[in-house]
């Protein structure tokens, strides 16, 4: 636990001067289920591994924190950007959840993105994200 503590010191002492946020440095997500190209019966339970960053509930505003996004059938929108709410195929864990079931999608091919993003809605930079096409029986 000492040597982790001194590691998260050393790190932040390290990282600090430099001008990309440090605590998403080595983030990733990574949709575990369903797999990239399967065959799903629905309803489809997505699966969400992040490393590297905490997933949080969005009203947690700490840095190196953030919450899953889900785009269903949707683009990515501008990564800059907040990323909306009430729009159809996006959907915010907001509150903290790696797990979500998509319980009406049609059959045939589907695409699922996953971002990271912070409390301010807006993608983690480097950007956090993973795809999956699958499809629906
Ligand atoms: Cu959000």
């Not at 959840?97 to 045939?108: A, I, N």
Request: aromatic content about 4%; charged content about 20%.
């Amino acid at each position: 636990m000492k040597i982790r503590i001194f590691r998260l010191v050393l790190g932040a002492v390290i990282l600090l001067p430099l001008a990309a946020p440090a605590q998403t440095r080595h983030a990733k997500v990574k949709i575990t289920a369903p797999t990239n190209g399967a065959t799903v019966s629905g309803p489809v339970k997505v699966v969400l591994v992040a490393t590297g960053v905490e997933i949080v509930p969005a009203t947690v505003e700490r840095p190196g924190t953030g919450h899953h996004h889900l785009f269903v059938d949707h683009d990515l929108t501008p990564v800059a950007d907040t990323i909306p709410r009430g729009v159809t195929g996006i959907l915010h864990l907001g509150r903290g959840q790696t797990e979500f079931v998509l319980d009406s999608l049609t059959p045939g091919p589907h695409r699922v993105i996953a971002v990271v993003a912070d409390w301010k809605h807006v993608p983690l930079k480097p950007l956090v994200v993973d795809t999956v096409r699958f499809t629906v029986k």
